[in-house]
């Protein structure tokens, strides 16, 4: 049985993407991204389950651990977020006056926060609120957190999908330090690397030519700034298909002749989430 690490709390977005991925894996929770990227980097067979962007909310910050730690990517997973109001055994709306979460969940339900006046705390993450008002049993205090959360610390659901917008998505990878990739057939995969130009004039441009060229679809393609510089950018990649591909490996042959570093993070099965139109 393998061991899976996440980022939070037990109750967190991260802990329901770890069971939904891997239901009889050991899971542990870590208290920084760091943490969890130095145990896989340790550990053979361990894996790690890591938020890498929201729908709503965009990149959740993460690329510089990708680009420093290089783990293979062997899945995506697109979890769901369902915001629900937590209280104590017995709470209704009525006894609420004060809700706790992260910022980006507090935001996400702000239309429900404004409806029912509740004042807003912010914490470092929803499962340790929902953790934090089952220890402090106030009747008038709240969280936002999941349902696993509502189960782990024993809280009551007032309120579910209390969320601005319905069918938020947050994707999560899941990565280690072994490299495994799936064998080339008929499925949809994705194939996500990362890169660093040579600087010279219009180098990206050219670069990008032999996607084109060899008509391979970029789905990602975001520019982050190394460590320490603002002149000196690496790139993150995802593109439709298998590296052992002959247009995929045409189109990376040709990128390659342009980068100084280069390095294949994950070859994987797309999500079928993805054919839904996300």
Known sequence: MGKIYFQGTYGAYSH??????????KIYPCKTFDECFIKASGEKNSKIVIPESNRIT??????????????????EYFQKIEHNLLGQPGAKISDI???FSHAQALSQCSKFIKKYNLNEHVRADTAGSAEMISIKKKKDESAIASTLSAETYKLEIIQKNIENEPGNLTRFLVMGKDVSQPEFGKKKYITSFLFKLKSKP?????SLGGFAINGVNLTKLQSYPEKNSFDSFFFLCDLDGHIEDPKVQKSLE???LHCQDFHVLGVFDADPVREKKL
Do not use: C, M, T
């Open 16 to 25: 329901l993407a770890a069971i939904s991925i891997e239901p009889d894996a």
């Open 58 to 75: 965009g990149n959740i910050g993460i690329e510089y651990l990708i680009f420093k730690y290089r783990l293979n990517i062997y899945a």
């Open 254 to 256: 040709e990128l390659g």
């Open 97 to 99: 006056k004060s809700v």
């Open 202 to 206: 219009a180098a990206l441009y050219q």
